[in-house]
């Protein structure tokens, strides 16, 4: 589900104005704070004005955007807002949010957004926040809403589905339905499905774009009839045909009788200039996430077709790498290559071939991608140091070498980041020295995405060696942004000997985004012996953002225990948004118990449709055998300073 920029607008009032205004600022708010379809993210808890500051000094949960004023100090001033290349920005990621995680310009939902899920504004973690002691912050090219797009979570929540198994939802063995049947697992997905599938009827644009999504996430070929008329029905509000859409991408049916239709509806939509542009390209993205053959001729016309902006053309050649047919990989490289037509959609069509060949999986094309890393264009450069980390070999010593030039002295700090994260992917011999080196001496923005390729690169090789020194550092220093980009490192390192210092950072009650992240640490390394700490963390916090990574985290440790904890709190809890995180925190875990308790939610007409919404994110947790990779397509590997509209709104989705 998503949430309408009205919220993005509370946050930001929440940053620049005093508390006193807060209250004003929240009743006039929320009235119209329902809206969109599956990125549904519940926002920050307002904290009142006689709230006390957290411990630490640091800024407290609700208020603030990080980097603003706190009682303890730390952060640059803010900058006046720049503009992002490819179109200002209007605000920051919220942690823990989507399936691809990143920025999100809606505030807490679907409004909008560059690359899914990052800090919530209000903790210590965001673009303007602490740095370095000593170090040097360079000019940066976002607005103040949030992290820029040279912050390490523009990276991490886009494409952290792809590296984390979120997939290890509970047994359903010993679990039993109401009346006290046992619940096979069959019996529990067809109930939800039914759930949803009333749902999609309902007018409240949060339950119907909600149930939309998470059936999609269901992947069952039966749904797509009804998901096809809902796209086809422009009586209805165009988020809720949007996610209808994108549903129809995540089921991928070829054999299905029902797939020639959904393939008509989605080229129908793009085919009339009167459809809005951004639901447009949304179906062209449904049209490669399927996979059809069928449609991939519709899709090569489209990059080349005449466009008001390039949002359209760049869904399609990003679509066509989604697709998997290897037929059109001579037609992504002229268009990388480039051809004479107006910058701003050249530049988006030759990125958007990179994210294609990165996702079609044909490492012929490397020489090509290395090539394009000597580009003038940086836009270029960035897009194609991702798709060399996702597609260049071990023993390839000349991208190596490549990348280690582009880290120590490419002009464009985004391609320096990226090719830290491309080396330690790809762990050739060079890699170790070259980021050792970048982890010593780069400032309070280059050092976490050095240390992230640290980690990528002891999980890549399995040395325990290289992490040393990050397990130091998570102990010892006193930059909170840095200690959470190196507990992440050393969650994809899956280094146990880290587990100490993670359980006693998340004990600790100081900036809730370093814990939020020391807690997916603990689940990414399976520290199973932190699941009480982490069970009291889920029940006692009122951080939604940190609920929601410790729910994570015990859904990759399979803590059946927590299921009655979450089942509580979303029935009884506090607020609509404690009731919000245990919901997806539910869906995060699975199982029947789980899945229940959210369809009696869903069906219950008398509870704001806000929290029913919420329960349809949550059963789509639930359903999705994929751990939430196949949404998180859209955003791994995309070179994320130049999002389109359409992926804005796309990786806000839950």
């Known amino acids: 589900m998503r949430v309408r920029r009205t919220w993005f607008s509370l946050i930001v009032a929440v940053a620049s104005t005093a508390i006193a205004s807060l209250v004003v600022t929240i009743a006039t708010a929320l009235p119209d704070a329902l809206a969109h379809g599956g990125a549904y993210q519940p926002p920050t808890d307002p904290i009142g004005p006689t709230a006390p500051p957290p411990p630490g000094g640091g800024p407290t949960t609700g208020g603030g955007i990080p980097g603003g004023p706190t009682t303890g100090g730390g952060g640059p001033p803010t900058p006046p807002a720049g503009d992002v290349p490819g179109g200002p920005t209007t605000g920051g990621p919220t942690l823990g949010g989507g399936d691809l995680g990143g920025p999100t310009t809606g505030g807490p939902g679907k409004g909008g957004a560059p690359l899914g899920s990052g800090p919530t504004p209000g903790g210590s973690g965001g673009g303007w926040g602490p740095y370095t002691p000593g170090g040097t912050l360079p000019p940066r090219r976002s607005t103040p809403q949030g992290p820029d797009s040279d912050h390490w979570t523009r990276w991490w929540f886009a494409n952290r589905a792809n590296l984390l198994d979120l997939d290890t939802h509970l047994s359903s063995n010993g679990a039993s339905t109401p009346g006290g049947a046992p619940a096979t697992e069959a019996m529990w997905r067809g109930e939800a499905q039914r759930v949803l599938t009333l749902a999609l009827a309902d007018a409240d644009e949060d339950v119907s774009s909600g149930a939309a999504v998470a059936l999609g996430k269901a992947a069952d070929s039966g749904d797509a009839p009804v998901l096809t008329a809902l796209l086809a029905d422009r009586k209805r509000q165009q988020p809720v045909r949007e996610s209808a859409a994108l549903a129809l991408g995540l089921i991928q049916m070829t054999s299905h009788p029902a797939s020639a239709a959904a393939t008509r509806a989605l080229e129908d939509v793009i085919s009339r200039d009167s459809e809005p542009e951004r ?366 509209t359409s992926v804005l709104e796309i990786l806000t989705i839950l």
């Open 279 to 644: 639901l447009r390209a949304m179906a062209a993205w449904a049209l490669g996430m399927r996979r059809d053959p069928a449609a991939v001729p519709f899709l090569l016309d489209l990059v080349t077709a005449k466009s008001p902006s390039p949002d359209v053309p760049s869904a399609a050649t990003s679509a066509l790498g989604l697709s998997g047919c290897d037929a059109v990989k001579e037609s992504l490289l002229e268009w990388l290559d480039g051809t004479v037509g107006r910058r701003r959609h050249e530049t988006m069509r030759r990125v958007h071939a990179c994210h294609a060949l990165a996702h079609l999986g044909d490492r012929s094309v490397v020489p090509a991608l290395r090539e394009a890393l000597r580009d003038d264009d940086e836009d270029v450069r960035r897009a194609a140091a991702l798709a060399l980390g996702a597609l260049a070999q071990k023993d390839d010593d000349d991208t190596a070498l490549l990348l280690v030039r582009a880290l120590d002295r490419d002009k464009d700090r985004g391609v320096r980041n990226i090719a830290a994260l491309s080396l330690g992917r790809i762990a050739p011999t060079q890699a170790e020295k070259a980021l050792r080196y970048a982890y010593a001496k780069g400032d309070g923005l280059s050092q976490p995405f050095a240390a992230l390729g640290l980690g990528l690169l002891a999980r890549s090789t399995g040395d325990a060696s290289l992490t040393f020194e990050l397990r130091n550092d998570l102990k010892d220093r006193a930059n909170a942004d840095l200690r959470g980009a190196i507990a992440i490192a050393l969650g994809l390192a899956r280094d146990a000997a880290a587990a100490k210092t993670l359980r006693a950072i998340v004990a600790d009650r100081g900036d809730p985004e370093l814990r939020a992240h020391a807690c997916l640490a603990l689940g990414m390394i399976r520290d199973v012996a932190s699941a009480d700490s982490l069970r009291l963390v889920v029940a006692d916090t009122r951080d939604p953002v940190l609920q929601r990574e410790c729910a994570m985290a015990l859904g990759l440790l399979g803590d059946a225990k927590s299921v009655g904890v979450l089942t509580h709190l979303v029935e009884d809890g506090s607020s609509l948004y404690v009731q919000g995180a245990a919901a997806m925190a539910l869906g995060r875990i699975g199982g029947a118990e789980a899945s229940t308790t959210l369809g009696r939610l869903l069906g219950d007409a008398g509870r704001p449709g806000l929290a029913r919404g919420f329960a349809a994110v949550g059963l789509g947790y639930a359903l999705d055998n994929s751990g939430g990779r196949s949404l998180a397509r859209v955003g791994a590997h995309l070179d994320w300073y130049v999002p389109t």
